[in-house]
């Protein structure tokens, strides 16, 4: 686990009471609606809406020109190519609209780029491509807004193109017959997902003809799957729509959505959560390791046979992304660790060996892992393709469009970002990005905790109780509960050594606690230690019965005071990758605080440890968490000590030698007085 900044919500007992009193809830949910700045009426009235009424599909600008194109394809049986895309939202959204056209008596198919010839999006040879079938109309989902070339090329070659996308349109659009893009649309919501424009377009197409709960009845799951693959705000109409689509994945008759869904792990009632980890990443598999069609046809199939054999093709695909993903991971330390990278305020890495479906995966972990930005490149064909990952706070867009002169192209948003360039600029891209974010402030992870949980306070009905909350996902996460100054009292293996319950003893009242992914050999709390805990509350189902898990996202000592560990643990990086701060005296440690350290490790037959416990084990002997980095640094420097280090977890290997060395001979120790002298 990574060092975080700990923020704490500040309680407000008026206003929880009187949202709690007028709309009948509890006061966890209460408090969790004031968390997350709904206060007003209006605000709270809109969220915890459940009524079936959604914005009128020919408000978006440009349906009535799409529905008009479109039923006259369809009248005169023009051929009809959907041309999507390789993730989860492309394959519902192509799914969803194949399915609808032909339940319309059209003459359509379907295209998807791969990620391995061509990328994303519409070019010139899958234009010629899609012309050498007689089609006559391209529809373009989840893609299209920014193809302002391959649609004027479709065009001379004979063919109209209408675009449904739901990326920010350029300044300049395409000469597309129609354009139906929400962010197009003036003061309207638009958050949708691609699948929720297509829907959105079901629903214009059909009006007066079926109502909502029909085409939910229809639709519903794939834009639930859809929607919250794409990490869009589940806020508003999405929340809405996704609420009534889990409902329809329980009830589907689509015999490929029921595997996925019956395969998924969840208990009890569906979850956005049991999408996003069980169903989302096996649609997302074939398009990261191969081509996408089989996640399309399993959508499509119309037998359990087929769908059986389908899914298994998924899982396989799913099973060998895992594999490579963790492959490019381990890969990817060990280059972070020779290069320095963890310092820096990104981190960038490379190699020309990395798949480049799957460096997103791998980027997103290394972010967690190390608490910072990362860039990850794939080299090939003197090409440079890099997936970004951003933390809460930095803006990964802007700061690429800033630095953008070696980029041949670039998107996304805050908190990811694509990019290409040539190979032979990457360190320059890499400098550049680099300088400029010296001067700006890069945010370390925080920890929000939403509420306090007393133990007595943790039960079912409570638990229940913040279901009007739901479905949770990007912009309204599940809830992180605090409880605080727990004292831990038993610590026992579970699930084969793999995870740990814990034990802790608060207010004279025991309750249990699992961390799962942590082997008690890597656990470094110790019995009597008093912790305050981050955790999730999960409904545990066994033989009928029903209680509450308490799932364990992080722990400290409560003593801790993780804003200060931070700010210490930048100014350290700084210094380590060559941006000086002023003081710098702060830093240099003695002789007397080297052997203090060493002697606790040996004596302490120490071989795996995070730094603030460490730092907290050594209280005593007050030494600095920003001095504690530098000791460690330098003894692994001079062999006294030699460890892998993967962000703040320290793991030493080799034998340890008695400390003999001349600490003189240190280049960091050279290098901090330097600094310290001419300043």
Not at 74 to 93: A, L, P, R, V
Not at 227 to 237: A, M, N, Q, R, Y
Not at 286 to 306: D, H, I, N, T
């Amino acid at each position: 686990m990574e060092l975080k900044e700990w923020v704490f919500n500040k309680p407000n007992k008026f206003l929880a009471d009187e949202i709690r009193e007028r709309y009948n809830i509890s006061e966890i949910a209460a408090n969790l609606l004031i968390s997350r700045n709904l206060t007003e009426k209006s605000d709270i009235d809109s969220f915890l809406d459940d009524s079936p009424v959604v914005s009128d599909p020919f408000s978006f600008v440009g349906m009535e020109k799409l529905v008009k194109r479109l039923k006259t394809a369809i009248e005169n049986f023009e051929k009809i190519c959907i041309f999507g895309d390789y993730d989860s939202d492309g394959i519902t959204s192509t799914a969803m609209f194949y399915k609808y056209l032909l339940s319309k008596g059209a003459d359509v198919i379907y295209s998807l780029p791969s990620r391995y010839s061509g990328g994303y999006g519409l070019n010139a040879d899958s234009v010629r491509k899609i012309s050498s079938y007689g089609v006559k109309v391209i529809l373009t989902v989840d893609n299209g807004i920014s193809a302002k070339t391959e649609i004027e090329f479709a065009n001379e070659i004979g063919m109209d193109v209408i675009v449904t996308d739901h990326h920010k349109p350029p300044k300049d659009l395409p000469d597309a017959v129609a354009i139906v893009n929400p962010h197009l649309n003036p003061g309207g919501f638009s958050d949708f997902a691609g699948v929720g424009v297509v829907f959105k377009i079901i629903e214009a197409m059909e009006q007066g003809k079926k109502n909502l709960s029909e085409l939910i009845d229809e639709y519903g799951d794939f834009l639930a799957i859809g929607t919250i693959g794409d990490s869009v705000p589940l806020l508003g109409e999405n929340r809405k729509l996704v609420k009534l689509g889990l409902k329809t994945i329980e009830n589907t008759k689509k015999p490929g959505v029921k595997i996925l869904a019956e395969n998924c792990g969840f208990c009890g009632s569906l979850t956005s959560l049991d999408v996003t980890f069980g169903i989302v990443p096996k649609i997302n598999a074939c398009g990261r390791m191969g081509e996408p069609e089989a996640a399309v046809k399993l959508l499509l199939s119309k037998s359990s046979e087929e769908a059986s054999e389908l899914f298994s093709v998924l899982v396989n695909e799913n099973d060998e992304r895992k594999k490579v993903s963790n492959k490019i991971f381990g890969k990817a330390k060990v280059e972070i660790s020779k290069t320095g990278a963890q310092f820096e305020r990104i981190i960038f890495v490379w190699s020309e060996d990395w798949n480049h479906g799957i460096i997103g995966i791998v980027a997103a972990n290394i972010m967690s892992k190390f608490g910072k930005p990362c860039v990850l490149f794939s080299i090939k064909d003197k090409e440079a393709r890099a997936s970004g990952r951003s933390i809460e706070g930095f803006d990964m867009h802007s700061a690429v469009s800033k630095c953008s002169s070696f980029l041949l192209r670039f998107g996304g948003h805050p908190m990811a970002v694509g990019l290409t360039l040539k190979s032979e600029n990457l360190q320059k891209f890499k400098s550049e990005i680099l300088d400029y974010v010296k001067d700006i402030e890069v945010p370390f992870p925080i920890l929000k905790i939403e509420y306090l949980l007393e133990p007595s306070e943790i039960s079912v009905k409570n638990l229940e109780s913040i279901d009007v909350l739901k479905p949770f996902g990007s912009c309204n996460v599940e809830p992180v509960f605090g409880i605080t100054e727990a004292k831990l009292i038993k610590i026992v293996s579970i699930g084969g050594g793999l995870h740990l319950k814990l034990t802790f003893l608060k207010d004279n009242k025991e309750f249990d606690a699992v961390l799962f992914g942590v082997s008690e050999i890597r656990f470094l709390h110790e019995l009597g230690d008093t912790l305050d805990l981050a955790v999730r509350l999960r409904k545990n189902f066994y033989l009928g019965s029903v209680s509450v898990s308490i799932h364990i996202l992080d722990l400290k000592f409560s003593d801790l005071d993780t804003s200060d560990a931070v700010r210490q643990k930048r100014d350290f990086e700084d210094f380590m990758s060559g941006n000086i701060k002023e003081d710098l005296s702060v830093l240099l440690p003695t002789r007397d605080e080297f052997i203090v350290v060493y002697n606790y490790v040996v004596r302490h037959s120490i071989s795996y440890f995070r730094v603030d416990i460490l730092s907290f084990r050594l209280k005593n002997y007050n030494i600095k968490l920003i001095k504690l980095y530098i000791i460690l640094e330098v003894l692994n420097e001079l062999g006294i000590l030699k460890f892998s280090r993967t962000g703040d977890e320290y793991t030493i290997f080799g034998e340890k030698p008695k400390i003999k060395a001349d600490l003189d001979k240190s280049r960091i120790l050279e290098n901090l007085k330097t600094c310290i002298q001419k300043a």
